[in-house]
């Protein structure tokens, strides 16, 4: 169920009322809360349902054994856990890539092999789901937390709709004990809920969706497309990536306070980071943390002090979070690409001179600027090979930017969408250190109302409602 | 709770009356029919009701799949828009007998697709094909290659509720810059555009008020929907790449040479184009990769024996620009004439058609209509 349809707000509005009218019975609202769950998650497909409830069950049953278990079940129980997430998703994502992939290598020695790939669709959603739910094995391995027994609570967590499709990843640590406690309603957070939805759904409709229609065009057309074009193209396909999921991860996030849950925070106006470490700490906050918990640091601290192997791991890390989005060798380029940058950060750790230049460069009032900018595009960058569908296109797409050809004054409709993210971005600049952009309660009552008057008036007057699915739902 | 109610009550109350008004709107103008009732309608009855939504989608596939399972057509055309402009009263006294299939079909794999379900009996086999395509057809990355429009049609748009927001905000946007036209809504018909007098008539034909009116008001041709800026763009059907695909050339021929192979007589129909666009397009690099190969194809289906209504422009057979609907669609007129001409020319008989009375076509084409673009003026 995509969070912009005539479904999901009558879905929401009726799982609303009855949630809080079981709200002196815990169980009975947590009960409900996991027949919301599947009822949204089997309106978009009800065979994986069973994927879904089955998976959630195992490690359920693995958890509980893991606590109780000595040193060396525990790290049985640990890998069963994972061969069990970790392998769903090889099936369901990766086993095709790496058949076409073996394929191709041996063709190009000239052995022919019987290997086929198979007819799958992949469920909306997996990757989130194995995350979220290898992430509780893992906490539970290191002891950070104690299984709970509680099914129904256990199988809410690894399924709450709000964020089930497209994340925030929610660590079992911050939701489990929520699912567990009574949940009061609060006006004030029932409210923020509804404003960080309402800024969610204008950032999908009005900026995402809009701007889609233009990259398409540009990166349907790119082998003739002009060097501006192509800039153009790439500069919109960020911000639409970006309104797009930190879009989602709002609506998802204001949708969990409707119903008196916290979840965490996702996004963090990453386009005003100084530098790419930075952006990663503002981007997809709940991935990167996860493959900073229970990859990178696992791995540097094998050797803590070499700043070669410092780096490999960096490289490790951005080319598993490549793989984790798709199945395909530019986001292993893309993984490469980001470890890399990590490059100045690193040495930073040793040499004095590199760390003094990038603190100047954060500092500075004039070069911190620079550096955001500087920032932003090389993260434009790497997003070309988000997009292209394989390594050669992208290429070319490079190839054919840097070229510099046909350069020309923008038109008319590249002037104005630039108009209106200028706008857009300003209003985030504005906003940035508020808990999330459109926290606008501690301004003056009437100017608050007809901010969200106008809001909810573009939404529906301009609004793109051509029914374009999340950007993340293909990961 | 009741706060948070009442808070939200402010805004709920607003979003719904700009729901309400709008689907008020959308079943003032019945676009929100379903094509069930809308072929209800059309095969009962003997007033024309014009079928042409706005605000929806309109899906020929299914609408004109029903139709013909209904109706069994024996006279059917085949092909994109380029054949719509083939009515019933061509092939006096068989009006009933004929309905036209134009935009039922998007691209070469639906006509295969579709021989394939006659020759299986899955769908009614009729006695006489005519069969339209244009140069498009046979190129590579062809803008309605995206899907097999026969075995996986279009689903009509106003059975999902998520479509009406779109169609809500469309009208609204109407409202709000006076551009409803209410005024010329005076057709009997579904949908906006069929109660302006555009859209698809009872027979499958289409009727284009529109462009009659506008030729009416301004006395000469125009290239409407802009198909030269299109080719000079390569947008539209002149996307890129410009270059002929062999396999849809092959699989075209055959699934004409199958057409002739299960008995049923086969008119192909090379649709005109205007001597605006004409003189345009042969200059154009891309076309010019295209439109040769395409003429051989004709050249082809002519010496292998096939009836086949050549590509010409007004000026070669004595008539002018003002005869094109636009750049690429000859209007009812031209194309009666073309299929008049040809058949007398060349002597043509069908069995299927022992009693066809040419000379009723004939009589409406000497009438000489006062717009050259359509036997009805209004």
Redesign the interface.
């Known amino acids: 169920m995509n969070f912009i349809?005539?479904?999901y707000v009558i879905f929401l509005t009726i799982s609303f009322f009855i949630y809080?009218a079981l709200n002196k019975h815990l169980k009975a609202q947590n009960a409900f809360i996991l027949i919301a769950n599947y009822v949204f998650y089997g309106w978009w497909d009800y065979r994986f349902l069973l994927l879904i409830f089955v998976c959630a069950t195992l490690d359920y049953f693995i958890g509980i054994r893991m606590h109780k278990a000595d040193k060396v079940w525990k790290r049985r129980y640990l890998n069963l856990s994972l061969l069990l997430n970790i392998g769903v998703l090889f099936v369901f994502k990766y086993f095709n890539f790496f058949i076409d992939s073996f394929h191709n290598t041996l063709s190009s020695i000239g052995i022919n092999d019987s290997l086929h790939t198979l007819n799958i669709i992949l469920p909306v959603g997996l990757s989130f789901f194995t995350f979220q739910t290898l992430s509780y094995s893992l906490d539970i391995y290191k002891g950070k937390i104690e299984p709970t027994t509680n099914y129904v609570i256990f199988l809410s967590f690894t399924s709450f709709f709000p964020q089930l499709l497209a994340g925030p990843i929610e660590r079992a640590a911050q939701l489990v004990p929520q699912l567990a406690s009574a949940r009061h309603?609060n006006?004030y957070q029932?409210?923020d809920g509804?404003r960080q939805i309402t800024y969610g759904i204008f950032k999908k409709v009005i900026i995402a969706d809009h701007l889609a229609l233009r990259v398409n065009t540009i990166f349907f057309?790119y082998?003739?497309a002009t060097s501006g074009e192509l800039f153009k193209g790439m500069i919109f396909f960020v911000i639409q990536l970006y309104t797009d999921f930190s879009g989602y991860s709002d609506i998802a996030i204001g949708t969990g306070k409707l119903f008196g849950f916290k979840l965490v925070t996702n996004f963090k106006t990453p386009f005003f980071a100084k530098t790419i470490p930075e952006a990663w700490t503002r981007w997809h906050i709940s991935l990167t943390t996860c493959f900073r918990d229970y990859v990178y640091l696992p791995l540097v601290r094998k050797n803590k002090k070499s700043l070669l192997w410092r780096l490999y791991c960096t490289v490790i890390l951005f080319v598993l979070i490549g793989l984790w989005h798709g199945a395909n060798f530019t986001f292993i380029v893309f993984g490469i690409l980001h470890g890399l940058y990590y490059i100045p950060n690193i040495v930073s750790k040793k040499s004095k001179a590199v760390k003094n230049v990038i603190n100047y460069l954060k500092e500075n009032p004039f070069f911190s600027r620079v550096s955001m900018v500087f920032t932003f595009l090389l993260v434009a960058l790497t997003t070309v090979l988000f997009r292209a569908p394989n390594v050669h296109v992208a290429f070319t797409y490079y190839q054919r930017l840097f070229m510099l050809q046909g350069l020309s004054i923008p038109d008319i409709d590249t002037l104005k969408w630039t108009a209106i993210l200028v706008l857009f971005f300003a209003f985030e600049w504005v906003q940035q250190d508020k808990a999330h952009q459109f926290e606008i309660s501690k301004i003056n009552r009437p100017f608050r109302?007809a901010i969200?008057?106008c809001i909810?008036f573009l939404i529906?007057?301009c609004?793109f409602?051509?029914?374009a699915d999340f950007y993340y739902f293909k990961f | 709770?009741k706060?948070?109610l009442l808070?939200?009550l402010?805004?709920v109350i607003?979003?719904a009356l700009?729901i309400i008004v709008g689907e008020a709107l959308l079943y003032r103008y019945k676009e929100t029919v379903p094509i069930n009732t809308v072929m209800q309608k059309q095969l009962s009855g003997k007033d024309e009701i014009y079928f042409g939504r706005t605000l929806f989608n309109n899906p020929e596939t299914p609408l004109k799949m029903a139709m013909m399972k209904v109706k069994k057509p024996d006279i059917i055309t085949l092909g994109i828009s380029v054949v719509l402009q083939y009515r019933d009263f061509y092939f006096h006294p068989y009006e009933s007998r004929f309905y036209n299939g134009g935009f039922m079909l998007r691209n070469v794999y639906d006509l295969h697709t579709y021989v394939s379900m006659i020759r299986k009996n899955v769908v009614h086999k009729p006695k006489l094909i005519i069969f339209g395509f244009d140069p498009s057809w046979i190129k590579k990355s062809y803008v309605f290659d995206t899907k097999n429009n026969i075995t996986n049609p279009d689903k009509d748009g106003v059975n999902n509720?998520?479509?009406?927001?779109?169609a809500i905000?469309s009208i609204?946007?109407q409202v709000i810059i006076n551009d409803l036209n209410d005024s010329s809504c005076l057709y009997k018909g579904y949908g906006k555009a069929g109660m302006q007098g555009n859209g698809y008539r009872r027979d499958g034909s289409m009727h284009n008020w529109n462009q009659i009116k506008n030729y009416l008001s301004n006395k000469h041709y125009s290239d409407v929907y802009g198909y030269k800026k299109h080719l000079q763009a390569?947008t539209l059907m002149y996307?890129?790449p410009m270059k002929v695909d062999l396999h849809k050339v092959n699989l075209l021929l055959n699934s004409l040479s199958a057409i002739k192979q299960m008995g049923i007589d086969l008119i192909v129909y090379c649709p005109p184009m205007s001597d605006d666009f004409y003189s345009y397009a042969v200059t154009n690099k891309g076309f010019q990769q295209i439109f040769p190969t395409y003429l051989s194809l004709q050249n082809k289906l002519i010496k292998n024996k096939y009836h086949v209504i050549p590509f010409c422009t007004p000026k070669q057979i004595g008539l002018t620009d003002d005869y094109m609907l636009d750049g690429i669609h000859a209007g009812e007129v031209m194309v009666s004439r073309l299929f008049y001409n040809y058949i007398i020319s060349n002597h043509i008989k069908f069995k299927s058609l022992p009693n066809w009375d040419l000379n009723y076509l004939k009589g409406i084409i000497d009438k000489k209509p006062l717009c050259p673009l359509a036997f009805d003026d209004k």
């Open positions: 349809t005539v479904d809080w309603f006006y029932a409210v509804m057309n082998e003739h109302i969200e008057f909810t529906l007057y609004g409602f051509g029914q | 709770m706060r948070f808070r939200l402010i805004f607003p979003v700009f509720l998520n479509n009406h927001i779109g905000q609204w946007h390569n996307n890129k």
